[in-house]
């Protein structure tokens, strides 16, 4: 944990880099899988000992998975679902709904990491990193 006071009075400036590393993972982890669940564990860990702008970073990093993967995984049911049923054809719209879920939770999760580095490389820190928005 790194705090500078020399720039501005009463501003604390904190180290962005490990945020910057589990943003990193998690926008390769949106692609393959892998680096999102290190990213995670990354983000518990660190978000004990850090300071108040990057605990903000941190909570919204862990929310950001775990949104997208209940969405994710909802889509998933909805896929399964429509997946033997389509062959009745009665399924193909639950099909598409749940690729569309699926789709949306990526998209989703994929702007607030993007919206997070912004943040993040700006020195700010997430506002409301409980909320459901970017």
Known sequence: ??????????????????????????????????????????????????GPANASHYTYQIRTFWTALVAGLVGCALVGVGFPLSFILVGIPILWAGAAVCFLAWLWAMIRCIVGVVRLAEGRPIAQPYGWTV
């Not at 604390?12 to 590393?21: L, T």
């Open 1 to 50: 944990m790194t705090y500078q006071y020399d720039r501005d009075p009463g501003v604390i400036y904190e180290d962005r880099a490990m945020p910057a590393v589990v943003y990193a993972l998690y926008i390769l982890g949106l692609f393959h899988g892998l680096t999102l669940i290190i990213g995670l564990i990354m983000a518990y860990v660190l978000r004990g000992s850090s």
